[in-house]
């Protein structure tokens, strides 16, 4: 049985969406529940966009004019999640992705983009679940670990190089 519903839309033009991605976002979702030991049906929409509009969205929703890599609308609070009617499904929020972005932090971190790109799913994923880290200290940490913990599960953990140097 499906834990989670994840919806996939791509609306950009930057960057080609690699074969194997959308599997590897669904994937990220579901080890992020599985993780969290959530038992139910799920729902999430991830759309991929480019730098130009998710610098709009943060400047609309943040207050910060600056591009970034991912936005999450989480919308549930506390546990307590809408209901999709028609599936029974908890509709956990969206989460906005930039791959333009994802594609220059994957060379900056020297990691590749598929890395990038589930990381950012995996921390969107449980800010969408209430974790946060803008305030530093404990709530930080227990962030990076979890996703660490995600990271690895899927076969992505940071001891790992996934980069391939030409030359």
């Known amino acids: 049985m499906e834990r989670i519903k994840v919806s996939i839309s791509d609306k950009q033009r930057a960057v080609r969406v690699p074969s194997g991605i959308r599997m590897l976002a669904r994937r990220a979702c579901h080890a992020v529940l599985a993780a969290e030991g959530m038992d139910g049906l799920y729902e999430v929409s991830i759309s991929f966009i480019d730098n130009r509009q998710i610098r709009s969205l943060n400047r609309q929703y943040r207050n910060k004019d600056a591009e ?47 890395r990038e790109v589930a990381y950012l799913i995996v921390h969107s994923m449980l800010h969408l679940l209430g974790y946060e880290h803008e305030k530093g200290g404990l709530q930080a940490l227990r962030m990076r670990e979890k996703e660490e913990e995600v990271l690895g599960n899927l076969g992505l953990s940071r001891t790992e190089s996934f980069t391939i140097h030409e030359g």
Do not use: C, M, R, W
Request: hydrophobic letters at 35%.
């Open 68 to 114: 970034t890599d991912v936005l999450s609308f989480p919308l549930g609070e506390s546990g307590v999640y809408d209901v999709n009617p028609e599936t029974g499904a908890k509709s956990l929020g969206d989460i906005v992705l930039s791959l333009e972005k994802a594609a220059v932090q994957a060379k900056t971190y020297e990691h590749s983009f598929k």
